[in-house]
Structures are given as structure tokens and as C-alpha cells.
């Protein structure tokens, strides 16, 4: 049965199937012919749960396997600071150019 009226559920992404979102091919599909790429909204959203999440409940929240769940969190997890300290030397050691230059 297919839900119509004012009750009806309404979807952000209509699909071609009455009642039904878009599916995620085509919604992909759209989404890179306006140059958008879902990509990197979808690895940063897996980051944030996998920096908050033990590998086991990510897993199971997300169906992922256990050991791709263990990847992100441990990759989430990561003590960062050696990386900022280096980059911030380099970036401290690189010559200046002189203001008006840029």
C-alpha cells in the first residue's frame, strides 16, 4: 500500500517508486554531476564514530566487519601531535616571503 495525503511521509530524495527515497547509486549519481562527492563527508562521518565508538559496537552499528571497524578506530584513534610538530617545524624553517609578495 502505497501512503498519499497530507500524513504521508514526504522524502528529501524523492525516488521513482512511489513512497520510496532515491536509491543510493542514483543519488551518487547526481550528486558527482554537480561536482559533489560524497567521499570525504562519508569518511569523516566514520571517523567521528570510530574515534567515539570501541570497534565491536562499530561493527555491529554499521555492519561493518570487525577488523575494517578496528582499522577506523585505531586510524581515528591516532596521536596526531608527532605529524602537527613536524609539519609546524616545516612550515617554521621555510623561508619568508616578504609581505606584499603573496
Known amino acids: 500500500m502505497i501512503a498519499n495525503g497530507p500524513e504521508a511521509p514526504r522524502w528529501l ?21 554537480h561536482g559533489i562527492s560524497a567521499r570525504p ?3 569523516g562521518a566514520l571517523a567521528a564514530f570510530a574515534a567515539d565508538l570501541p570497534a565491536a559496537v562499530l561493527a555491529g552499528f ?4 570487525v577488523n575494517t571497524a578496528v582499522r577506523w578506530v585505531t586510524y581515528a584513534r591516532q596521536d596526531w601531535t608527532a ?5 609546524d617545524a ?8 616578504p609581505e ?3
Open 62 to 65: 554499521l555492519g561493518f566487519h
Open 100 to 102: 606584499g609578495t603573496r
Open 83 to 87: 605529524y602537527l610538530a613536524a609539519r
Open 41 to 43: 563527508a562519508r569518511n
Open 13 to 33: 530524495f524523492p525516488g521513482r517508486v512511489p513512497g520510496q527515497p532515491l536509491d543510493l547509486h542514483s543519488l551518487i549519481n547526481q550528486l558527482n554531476r
Open 90 to 97: 616545516d612550515l617554521n624553517s621555510a623561508p619568508r616571503q
